[in-house]
T-cell receptor, first 116, second 111 residues
């Protein structure tokens, strides 16, 4: 398996533009997580899905952020309109399950977003 | 509110100089404590999961331990390739299975 695949690896955009980040989880994983990482705040959970259903989106900073998971192999995180303070590295992670001795998250390589 | 605090923020060691990283947590009910390693430009990579006080796990030069209030990641005789950011995370019974991360400890091993 190729692991969790995120695209694009880098995104540079101007304030006010729409940004869409993409994630393909590992096949068979039931959970998908979106995290944002900055130096100041570390790794913050934005939203997570279980079997394609959003379970908790309380970490989504504002209505400008939205996430979808139309099927088990694809998820998007959209920011509209983007602002400079959204600049960060966005990670997608997936997992078979939560709980149990083999519980772990598998992370993608991240999308470095810069909003000018 | 659930919190995870890691210390120190950064640590520089000479090759072979053993040390420990600390992860203090405050949660209503711990369902799991995790350690991850993150290299520059990459996503975090899983190291260990600990579930109950007194539990220990080892992998090569790393050993993770857990008490009711904190976890330690012990690094024995580190090598330059152990240089990375080490992240601690917890899953709490009261947070609907959210996994919350600390800000990490940046470890640099000098040859």
């Amino acid at each position: 398996d190729a692991g969790v695949i995120q695209s694009p690896r880098h995104e540079v955009t101007e304030m006010g533009q729409e940004v869409t980040l993409r994630c393909k989880p590992i096949s068979g994983h039931d959970y998908l997580f979106w995290y944002r990482q900055t130096m100041m705040r570390g790794l913050e959970l934005l939203i997570y899905f279980n079997n394609n259903v959003p379970i908790d989106d309380s970490g989504m900073p504002e209505d400008r952020f939205s996430a979808k998971m139309p099927n088990a192999s694809f998820s998007t995180l959209k920011i509209q309109p983007s602002e400079p303070r959204d600049s960060a590295v966005y990670f997608c992670a997936s997992s078979w399950f939560l709980g149990g001795t083999n519980e772990k998250l598998f992370f993608g390589s991240g999308t470095q977003l810069s909003v000018l | 509110e659930d919190q995870v605090t890691q210390s120190p923020e950064a640590l520089r060691l000479q090759e072979g100089e053993s040390s420990s990283l600390n992860c203090s947590y405050t949660v209503s009910g711990l369902r799991g404590l995790f350690w991850y390693r993150q290299d520059p430009g990459k996503g975090p990579e899983f190291l260990f999961t600990l579930y109950s006080a007194g539990e220990e796990k080892e992998k090569e030069r790393l050993k993770a331990t857990l008490t009711k209030k904190e976890s330690f990641l012990h690094i024995t005789a580190p090598k330059p390739e152990d240089s990375a950011t080490y992240l601690c995370a917890v899953r709490s019974v009261n947070r609907d299975d959210k996994i919350i991360f600390g800000k990490g400890t940046r470890l640099h091993i000098l040859p």
